[in-house]
Each structure stands twice: as C-alpha cells, then as structure tokens.
C-alpha cells in the first residue's frame, strides 16, 4: 500500500517535475513570508526582518533542494540530469565519442554474434513447440561406454510401458521421401513418428489432423502423412482440399491427413523437416531396417505434471538396465545397458554437449575482445579525465559533492557502453546475416536462423554495462579523488606526466589479453593445416562422388542393382575415367556403422563398411596381403572380407589372418585381404577395427558414387547427372561434387574456430595496438615540454625515441610473459579441440609473440618519431 | 546561539508534527510557531527537516495536503491529519510515553 503510494507519487513528481517542484518553491516561499512577518510583528524594519528571517531558516533555495531531494524520483531526476550532462559533453568530443563506441561495438558485436549462434542452436526453443521445459532427451548408452543418440524400437516400446514418470514417450527416425503431388517428385527430409509425436511436443495441426493412436498400432495398415506448411504452400499451392486425398510417396499411395503449423520443422535444430509418417509405415520406406532391434529412433518424452526431471534420470536408466537384462541379447559390446536424460533441446544428447563446449571455448574468445575494448575505454577515459581535470576542479569547487562528480563520470562511461552495445548488436546482425548464407558442406535441408532476438540485445547490453561499470569506475574513482587545488592552481599539472600505474597496468592488462587470444588464433590455424595434411589413408584428389537413396524412390532390390549396375558400366566407358566403385557410407562424413563379428569364441566390435569391387584402386588404398574384392563375389559366391591392418593384428600377430574365417550376422565370412589402415568417420579418431564387406553381398541401398578421374575433368558431373536422369527421368537430379567438398564437413569445427579466432585475434590486436599507440601519443603530447628541454640540453634525437620506444616494449614484453601464461593455462581448455597439434606447441607460441612484439614496436615507435621531430622551441614556447 | 534553543530531540519531530494537526490542521510555518510555543521556545524546527518530513509522512499516507487561504489572505499548504496518522500519533505516543518512564527510572536509579 505504502509502497505503490511511494511509486505513484514518485512518479507523478517526475512526470510533473516542474509542477511539484513550484510546490516546493511556493511552501518554501510562504514560509518565508510568515517569518519575515513575524519579525515585522516584533517590530523590526523591512530588511532587518528579512535578514533575521534568513538567518533563521537559510538560504530558502538551499532548503528548497533539501526538500526536493527526498524521494526515489529524485535519484531518477539526477541521474537524468546527469545523462544529459553526458550527451552534451561526449557531443562537444564527437571523434573521441565515435571511436570509443566504435571500439565497445566491435567487443560487444563478436560477443552477440557467438551468443546468437548459442541462441540459436542451444537456448532459444525450438520454433512450434510448447512447454519445452518439461521435455526430456533419451540417450541410450553402450555396453562398451559408447553413448548414441538412437534407440531400437523394442527399447521405446520397452520404455514406453513401463515409464512412470512420462505422460508421453515418443520416438521418431529420419526418412528421406520422394514426394510426388500433381506435379514431378520432390525429395523431402522428413520423420517416422511414434504417433504420440505431435501431442508430446503440445503441437496443433493448421489443418486437418495428426496421428491417432490405432495409426501407431499394426505395420503398414494406415499410409498416412503430415506435410509442413512451407511443403505445402510451395507444392500444394495452399489448397485446403488436399488434406484428406491421396499423393505418392516414394512412389506408394499415401493419404494426406494433416498439415503442420506455419513456424515447426522438426525438432532438429538447423535441419528442415518437411513430411511426417508412422513409424508403422516403415517396412514400406525403409524396409532394411529391423523395426525391432535396428537402433535409430530418437526418443523424448514430456514428464508427468509435478515429477522433477531427476525422477526420469533416475527411472530411465533402470528401467533400461532391467530391459537388457529381460532381453538377454546382444551380450556382445554393442547391446545398451544404460540411458542418459538430458534437459529437452534440437541438439539430441551428446551432441549439445558438444556444441554447447565448442561455442562455449568462442564465447570465451569473443568476451576477451569484449574485455580488450573495455580496457581501451577505460584507458582512453582516464587519458580523458587527466585533461578533463580542471573541469571536474572547477565543479567540485562550485560545490559538487565527490560522490556526485564520480556518478557522473562513470555516468558518461556507462551512456558510451550503452551505445556501443547497441552498436554491436548492429554488427551482430550483419556478421549473423552473413553466416546464415554461408552454405554448409552437408546434405540436408539447412535452416539456419541465427538471427539476434530480444535475448541477444539483452545479453549485449548487460554484458557491456557490466564490462562498462568496471572499467568505468577507474576514470570515476580518479575524479573522486582529485585534488582540487592543485588543478586549479595554474599549470601545476603538467611537466613530468608520464602513464600513471593504473594506465600502465591497464595497457599491459589488454596486450596480454590480446596475445592470448592471437596464441589461440595460431593454435585453431595450426591444427585445421595439421588437419589438412594429416593423411587418411586414401586419396581423395582426383575423386568426385555423389549419393543415391533408391529407397527413397520407391525402388526394390533388384531394380535398384539394375541401376547401380547400368550406371557403373555407362561412366566406365566415358573417357578418362580410370576406377568406378560404390560405397554404403562415404568415408570422413562423421559416421560410422559398428557391428559384432565372432571369431575363435571371442565377440569383437568393429566398424563395417560395404564397398563394391574396385573400391581400394579407386581410392588408391594400399592392399597390403591377399586380394581385393572382385565382381566374382556377389550373392552366389563364399561370403568374403577384407580386413584393415588394425583388424588383422588383433586377429593374429604370429598367424597368417588370411584364409580365416569369422561370423558376421550369423554367416561365415573368410577374409580374403588385408587392406591398409585409413581414417573413416572422422580425421581426430584413432584408427578402428574395420572390416569391409562386398556391397553385393551385404544389400545396402543407400550408395555413394566414386568416380576417379585422370586429368581435369570439369564435364564429369554434368556426365554422371544426365545418365542418371537418362536411366530414370523420374529420380531426384543427384549432386555430384568432389570427394573434398564432400568430405569438408569433417574439419568443420576446426575451420570455424580457426576462423573466429582469427578474426577475434586480428580485432583484439588491433585495438591493443591502438590503445599502446594512443597512450604512448598522449605520454608524449603532455611530455613535450620535458622533450623541449632535453633537446636543448642537446639530447640526440635517437636518443629520444628509444626512450619513448623502451617504455612501450618494457610494456609489452611484461604482456608477453602474462600473456604467454594465461595461453598455457587456456590452450588446455582448447586442447580437445586440436588435432596433432600440442597446446604448448612452441612454434605457436614463438610466432605469435613475434608478431606480437613487432606490432607493439610499431604503436611505440611513430609517437616517439613525432616527439623527435616536433620543434623543441615550440614546444617550450606553447607551454 | 541560545543555549535553551535546541533542535528537535532525534526522531521525534514526526510524532510533533502528528501530534500538533491532530488538534487542527495547519500549514508548515505554524506547525514549527507551536512546537516552538508549546515547548516555551526548548525545541526550535529547523525549516528543512520539517518540510522534508512533510514529504515523507504524506507519501506514507499519514498526512494529507491542501492549499487554502490564511487569515491573513495567502495561500498556505494546510496539512491534516488522516485516520491512519491518528493511529500512528497513538502508538508512537505509547512508545514514547513507555521510553521516557524508562529512562526516568534509569536516572532515579542511578541518583
């Protein structure tokens, strides 16, 4: 009660200022007026009565203040006051004001920028869905500690029953479909959903209606289908009499039932989803997978009102230990044994994890630049504030209180954070505007919206206030403590200025800062070279490729290896081609396919790959003993692998490993070849076990085309698409690039990183530089006098100059060794994310010091030459 | 300066100021004429504080204001007193009343 009168009030004084403050005045005034009157009642004359009432109650206009003091509104007026005080002197300095918010901007812009690609992929909800926050991420665990983000469909079912702490638990699967409506097929990404989907998400269809429950019941009993609302309106032309007709999917009828909110696409961050079907429906769309034990359904589920997310991470886990334990198989390594529940996000499980660190180790890269432009400030200001003496002297002689001079100091630093906040909220939606376009070695439909909400603004500002209210204090604390007589005095101030200590530490604070920052930069560079040269045991020049999913096509088997067959022998013939081959999954794109082999009564895990014959030529992989795989070794032929070196040691150190034999899903297998060891999913990873199968022995098909080319051959992709199209016009045009486009996915972090670095590095050193520079300029300007004398004293002008050199590198060698310090500490923090390349590496750190030091030579040296050459006797005179 | 005239005893001015409108309501200088009469000139209110305290007690809703003519024909800020300064008068006049007690028997006992 009393505190909304206080607010009310508060505010109808300061909306009313004028008003409420003539109230004042008027009962300071009749005050006045009745003491005066009582005097004159005593008989004193006019004036005496005046004087007297004066002496009695003060001055009226100091009683007045004191009165209009009290009140929040008027901590507001003040500071009101204080802002415009600051406005108009940062208006008098327009270039000092420009550059310092043009230096707060470029801090402020590169932290927004990362912040907005957190935003984006980590905290921001995913766009359509409600409730998120009692959302749950399933991630099932490994037998061998390997945790996947995918689950077999026994395992959801499993989950699904027994769960009591979920009122829904939903899977879904990526599925690429072939649309086809009136018009031509389109290829689409879309998702087999568990039936519940949409309702656990609490999403509602814009038209028509999502799964029921009887849809999640019996395999292929209900062809159903959800379109998104962008599918829609591209390719059903809005039509609401679509929904509830027939269109084609991967060539089968489908009955359209439901379309999808305009703003969901799936709850995979940075990837479009645009079609939804039954999970039931996916013996028919993808009919290799084993519904029930192959493991790529994603699971999240939304918690029962009131139960903590603690309660599903300590359920989920048991309930999946007592379904490996009831199910009994696999024994082997790749069975799961456990779950991990993560907080709901569009990066399932590990993954976040993953991004959330990498973005984490930029954020802290880019709050450095941040921290460099608020050391700079701080330094310019204080610079500032030495020539602003006399002014703040003058007002505190004129009566303004110490604490009061402070406020407004720090006042005006806060106003130029302010701006500069806004500033890089500006740069950070040109810098994320350019990102978004940048396109992505990956094939999928990219939805990228970085772009800079409310929250950024909001994470902009608060982060440069902060950093403004830190480095605004030093400038604040000068002027709290300035002595006002000796300012005032004439020309005291002068004559043997040199950087004070807070400037000089200052100063040293951002040039270590920066070189920790260029040391980083250099190791990010580093090791995406290192990534470049490491060798992956093939060779990818010469090589271009490109993917079919015949599935997707509505293709069976057979027609799909007539395909595969009419293609290779078709480019086979074309000139200059020298290896044709086919691969199920095209190596270094991140994924791999691990699988149980038994030999001699031992289980091993190794990773699989089916390639067609020709495969090791093609990539120019070494067959180190035994054969490669010949078109002999097809269905009616003894099942057969080749085994890489990594493989063949563990199998036999003393023996011969070829001619022995394996089970692989249950068939004998005979290892016919040793193969040399290469990289597969990844460049970082230590080499795995690896076994390669027969393509045409173990069916896959989803198939990646190599074609290796002698020569420069620019008119083989444009070959290879129009023999696709003229083997089937109906099939998606296919993308044919080459195997290191293809493969750049693969040192995507370490490009980024290398790149923000880089460009963190050069702007941190930049405005280090120019902060040694300015405070070496200004040493020198108010040291002119001192330089006047000694070059009359007849002090050579080198002699000048290495003073004033010595005194910026004296600085920037102690940068170098806190600097340098500070890199070691931090490139452990970095380390998981270099490749062959050591945090401490010296070449590195060597380098960047280097370059370091001459910078800071540079920004030292041309204020000293302006010294040397400056006119002593005008300098003497303009004193 | 007067050594009878002191300044109002700390924290008290708010109850004198409560105290003097509960008989009738007055505008500021009147208020200090009768702390200053009724206390045969011991307490001497300084301008500042008491229209500062003005302030404070409207803003806590013991006080109300208004602008009116004096009898002797200017317009003056006349203060009343509100039911709930009423009932502030009474329970800082009790606490007041149960101080004073004790710090008399403090005295006496001392003497």
């Not at chain 1, 106003?415 to 999928?444: D, K, M, Q, R, Y």
């Not at chain 1, 563990?650 to 023996?655: E, I, T």
């Not at chain 1, 004033?804 to 004296?810: Q, S």
């Not at chain 2, 007690?57 to 002797?72: F, P, V």
């Amino acid at each position: 009660m009393s505190l909304w009168r206080q607010l009310v009030r508060g505010l109808a004084a300061l909306t009313n200022r004028t008003g409420s403050d003539q109230e004042i005045d008027d009962e300071v005034r009749h005050y006045y007026e009745e003491t005066v009157a009582a005097h004159l009642a005593r008989g004193l004359s006019q004036n005496e009565a005046k004087r007297a009432a004066r002496i009695e109650m003060g001055n009226p206009t100091v009683v007045a203040e004191q009165v209009r003091d009290y009140g929040w509104e008027s901590l507001v007026a003040t500071s009101l006051s204080d802002l415009r005080y600051s406005a108009r002197v940062l208006r008098r300095t327009p270039v000092f004001t420009m550059v310092v918010i043009l230096v707060v901007s470029l801090g402020s812009g590169a932290v927004a920028t990362v912040f907005s690609a957190l935003n984006a992929l980590v905290l921001r909800p995913i766009a359509g869905i409600r409730d998120a926050d009692r959302l749950i991420t399933l991630s099932p665990i490994r037998s061998d500690g390997l945790f996947l983000q995918q689950g077999s469909f026994a395992d959801y079912s499993f989950l699904r029953s027994r769960s009591q702490t979920l009122s829904d638990l939903a899977a879904w699967g990526k599925v690429s479909l072939t649309i086809a409506g009136a018009g031509e097929g389109t290829i689409v990404w879309g998702n087999m959903v568990s039936a519940n989907y949409f309702d656990a998400l609490h999403v509602r269809p814009q038209l028509g209606r999502f799964f029921s429950p009887d849809e999640d019941r019996t395999p292929l009993a209900q062809p159903v289908i959800v379109v998104s609302h962008a599918f829609w309106s591209t390719r059903l032309g809005r039509d609401p009499g679509v929904v509830g007709q027939a269109i084609l999917v991967n060539g089968h009828p489908f009955t359209l039932i439901g379309i999808a909110p305009r703003d969901f696409h799936g709850i995979y961050t940075g990837v479009r989803a645009d079609a939804w079907v039954p999970l039931m429906m996916q013996p028919l769309l993808r009919p290799r997978a084993d519904l029930a034990t192959s493991s790529w359904l994603w699971m999240f589920g939304r918690l029962k009102d009131q139960i903590p997310i603690e309660s599903a991470q300590a359920e989920l886990p048991a309930l999946m230990a007592t379904h490996a334990r009831e199910r009994g198989e696999p024994k082997g390594p790749v069975g799961f044994r456990s779950m991990r529940v993560f907080h709901f996000t569009g990066l399932p499980g590990g993954e976040g994890v993953v991004v959330v660190r990498f973005l984490g180790v930029l954020l802290a890269a880019a709050a450095l630049v941040l921290l460099i432009a608020g050391v700079n400030v701080a330094a310019m200001l204080t610079a500032r504030s030495i020539g602003r003496a006399r002014e703040l002297a003058m007002r505190a002689a004129l009566g303004a209180g110490r604490i009061r001079l402070a406020r407004q100091v720090l006042t005006e630093s806060l106003l130029l954070f302010l701006c500069g906040a806004v500033g890089g909220w500006i740069l950070s939606l040109l810098a994320t505007n350019a990102l978004e376009h940048v396109s992505l070695p990956a094939n999928l439909p990219i939805l990228l919206e970085l772009s800079p909400d409310v929250r950024v603004l909001i994470f902009a500002i608060c982060s440069a206030l902060a950093v403004g209210v830190v480095f605004g204090l030093v400038p604040a604390v000068r002027a709290a403590r300035l002595d006002i007589t000796a300012q005032l005095r004439d020309g005291a101030a002068d004559g043997r200025w040199r950087p004070s200590l807070v400037n000089r530490m200052l100063i040293v604070g951002q040039l270590s800062l920066s070189l920790l920052l260029l040391v980083s930069a250099g190791l990010f560079t580093r090791s995406l070279a290192r990534g470049q040269q490491i060798d992956p045991g093939f060779q990818m020049a010469g090589v271009v490729t490109t993917s079919f999913e015949t599935e997707s096509w509505g293709y069976n088997q057979t027609r799909a290896q007539a395909f595969y067959a009419a293609l290779r022998s078709r480019i086979q013939s074309m000139p200059s081609v020298v290896d044709v081959s086919y691969v199920s999954r095209l190596p270094l794109t991140g994924g791999s396919t691990t699988e149980e082999i038994q030999i001699d009564g031992a289980t091993i895990g190794v990773q699989i790959a089916a390639v067609d014959a020709g495969y090791f030529s093609t990539l120019r992989m070494p067959i180190v003993q035994g054969r490669a795989f010949l078109r002999l070794d097809d269905d009616r032929s003894e099942r057969v692998a080749i085994v890489n070196e990594s493989l063949a040691r563990r199998l036999a150190s003393d023996r011969n490993v070829i001619g022995r034999t394996f089970r692989f899903l249950g068939k004998p297998t005979t290892i016919v070849g040793i193969v040399g060891d290469a990289k597969y999913a990844t460049l970082g990873e230590t080499t795995p076990l690896f076994a390669y199968f027969p393509i045409a022995q173990k069916w896959q098909p989803t198939q990646s085309l190599l074609v290796r080319t002698n020569g420069d051959a620019e008119w083989i992709g444009p070959a290879i698409e129009h023999v696709v199209l003229s083997l089937d016009p109906a099939v998606p045009r296919p993308h044919v690039a080459s195997m290191k486009e293809a493969t750049a996915i693969v040192l995507l972090p370490q490009r980024v990183a290398a790149l923000v670095t880089g460009v963190l590095g050069v702007v941190g050193l930049t405005l280090a530089a120019v902060g040694l520079y300015g405070m070496m300029a200004y040493s020198v300007q108010r040291r002119s006098r001192e330089m006047g004398i000694r070059f009359a004293l007849g002090a050579q002008r080198s002699t000048v100059v290495g003073m004033v050199v010595r005194e910026g590198l004296t600085l920037a060698v102690l940068a170098i060794v806190i600097g340098v310090s500070l890199a070691a500490a931090a490139a452990q923090a970095i380390q998981g994310f270099l490749f062959n390349v050591s945090p401490l590496d010296s070449a590195t750190f060597a380098t960047m010091s280097l370059v370091f030091l001459s910078i800071a030579s540079v920004a030292s040296y041309l204020p000293a030459r302006r010294a040397a050459i400056a006119d002593p006797i005008a300098a003497l005179r303009a004193q | 300066m007067d050594p009878q005239n002191t300044d109002v005893i700390q924290g008290t001015l708010d109850m004198l100021i409560l105290k003097t409108l509960s008989l009738e309501p007055l505008h500021g200088f009147g208020i200090a004429r009768r702390i200053e009469q009724v206390s045969r000139g011991v307490f001497k209110v300084n301008p500042g504080s008491l229209l500062t305290a003005f302030q404070r007690l409207e803003r806590a809703g013991l006080l109300d204001s208004e602008w009116r003519q004096t009898e002797n024909a200017r317009r003056a800020k006349f203060y009343t007193l509100t039911r709930a300064g009423r009932k502030q008068l009474e329970l800082e006049t009790a606490d007041w009343a149960r101080r004073v007690s004790a710090v008399t028997r403090l005295l006496k006992a001392e003497g």
